[in-house]
């Protein structure tokens, strides 16, 4: 996908399709945003380089295809996107982006896509309010989507979204999460806007409700995933290959499936070393001494098995998105789909 991923030869003709396809949608998607004021057009510009993978948009397209059942040939199956399609594409895309944006605020983060955040660029004002115009540029275009019930979905999943932050800030610094909470956290920040995505593109497609209910719930399965992959890259990852801000999660008090995993199997006394570590690692500057805290930590997760029981978790919850597909006729789109739900273990960034 968009050109980070070793495509299998057999998938490359719809791979083709959906380069094709996003294409349209990053055109739509700039032509939503134009604006004669300078300051936010610079401001619109410098957010392009956060287009990373594209995922939602490239699922409302690949789900846009599974609902029609086709197998035709990629110059073909560009010609089954209706401007819906991709409208709604530019839609999940732009509400993703404003989710960056405001989450670098929150995580005082200063790398995105190896350049530097708006937050850190203009401050945090601009960025907040940068967000906020991407998020009301998303509803204005969603506005012009004929279906009523697009629209609502998509205001729906945002307030979804916006809890799952809220549920998150409530549990900051609470070392006692637990993994329901964590899941439901998961669930409400990123599966819901990947569920959402899939959805919206069968919806589009005219599909059946059983269908766009199995592919919502294939996408809200494989949004939770790739946040555990986040989460697992956030503590093990290096920032010049990820290419953000690494380590974060910590620094803001946010436990994550490892940690929490490490909190419940340690023996006492490495429980309460654990505590006592990430109790400082939210009061302790980014510092050489700090690093080598997180990578002592990290280590002994490690010894425990957490990391391996975060990375197993992700690929059993990948396992069952994929067989939500079973509601859809085998073919080359679905097997696409498929290994677009493999590459979120196997990524790297």
Same mark, same amino acid.
């Given at each position: 996908?968009?050109g980070v991923?070793?495509?299998?030869?057999?998938?490359?003709?719809?791979?083709?399709?959906?380069?094709?396809?996003?294409?349209?949608?990053?055109?739509?998607?700039?032509?939503?945003?134009?604006?004669?004021?300078p300051?936010?057009?610079?401001?619109?510009a410098h957010?392009?380089?956060?287009?990373g993978?594209m995922l939602?948009?490239?699922?409302?397209?690949?789900?846009?295809?599974?609902?029609?059942?086709?197998?035709?040939?990629?110059?073909?199956l560009?010609?089954?996107?209706?401007?819906?399609?991709?409208?709604l594409?530019?839609?999940?895309?732009m509400?993703?982006?404003?989710?960056?944006?405001?989450?670098?605020?929150?995580?005082?983060?200063?790398?995105r896509?190896?350049?530097?955040?708006?937050?850190?660029?203009?401050?945090?004002?601009?960025?907040?309010i940068?967000?906020?115009y991407?998020?009301?540029?998303?509803?204005?275009?969603?506005?012009?989507?004929?279906?009523?019930?697009?629209?609502?979905?998509v205001?729906?999943?945002?307030?979804?979204?916006?809890?799952?932050?809220?549920?998150?800030?409530?549990?900051?610094?609470?070392?006692s999460?637990?993994?329901?909470t964590?899941?439901?956290?998961?669930e =409400?920040?990123?599966? #819901?806007?990947?569920? *959402?995505?899939?959805? +919206?593109?069968? !919806?589009a %497609?005219? &599909?059946?409700e059983?269908t766009?209910?199995?592919?919502?719930?294939?996408?809200?399965?494989?949004?939770?995933?790739?946040?555990i992959?986040?989460?697992?890259?956030?503590?093990?990852?290096?920032?010049?290959v990820?290419?953000?801000?690494? =380590?974060?999660?910590l #620094?803001?008090?946010? *436990?994550t499936?490892? +940690?929490?995993? !490490?909190? %419940?199997? &340690?023996?006492?006394?490495?429980r309460?070393?654990?505590?006592?570590d990430?109790?400082?690692?939210?009061?302790?500057?980014?510092?050489?001494?700090?690093?080598?805290?997180?990578?002592?930590?990290v280590?002994?997760?490690?010894?425990?098995?957490?990391?391996?029981? #975060?990375?197993?978790?992700?690929?059993?919850?990948?396992?069952? !998105?994929?067989?939500?597909?079973?509601?859809l006729?085998?073919?080359?789109?679905?097997?696409f789909i498929?290994?677009?739900?493999?590459?979120?273990?196997?990524?790297?960034?």
């Open positions: 996908m968009r991923l070793e495509i299998p030869e057999n998938l490359l003709p719809i791979n083709d399709a959906i380069l094709t396809g996003l294409e349209r949608v990053e055109a739509c998607f700039d032509m939503q945003l134009e604006t004669d004021i300051p936010v057009a610079d401001l619109c957010i392009e380089r956060y287009r993978k939602r948009p490239t699922l409302v397209l690949l789900c846009g295809l599974a609902a029609n059942g086709t197998s035709e040939e990629s110059a073909d560009c010609d089954l996107w209706t401007d819906e399609h991709i409208g594409g530019a839609v999940v895309e509400v993703h982006m404003a989710t960056l944006v405001h989450d670098d605020v929150l995580d005082e983060a200063e790398m896509r190896r350049g530097q955040t708006v937050n850190a660029l203009r401050g945090n004002e601009a960025a907040v940068l967000g906020d991407l998020l009301a540029s998303a509803y204005h275009l969603c506005s012009t989507v004929e279906s009523r019930r697009a629209a609502l979905a205001g729906d999943t945002a307030m979804t979204m916006a809890s799952g932050e809220l549920l998150q800030l409530h549990h900051r610094e609470n070392l999460l637990d993994e329901p964590y899941f439901e956290i998961l =409400r920040k990123t599966g #819901a806007l990947v569920g *959402l995505s899939c959805s +919206l593109g069968a !919806a %497609s005219g &599909a059946d059983d766009v209910l199995a592919l919502k719930r294939f996408g809200v399965d494989m949004g939770t995933a790739f946040q992959k986040d989460d697992l890259l956030d503590l093990t990852g290096d920032e010049s990820v290419g953000k801000s690494v =380590r974060r999660d #620094a803001k008090g946010k *436990l499936l490892p +940690l929490i995993h !490490a909190l %419940s199997e &340690a023996p006492p006394e490495t309460g070393r654990l505590l006592r990430v109790r400082n690692m939210s009061e302790t500057r980014a510092t050489p001494a700090a690093e080598a805290a997180v990578d002592q930590l280590a002994t997760m490690r010894d425990l098995g957490s990391i391996e029981y #975060a990375k197993a978790s992700a690929e059993r919850i990948v396992g069952r !998105a994929k067989a939500s597909l079973r509601a006729p085998e073919s080359p789109v679905r097997d498929e290994f677009s739900a493999d590459s979120v273990i196997s990524r790297r960034f």
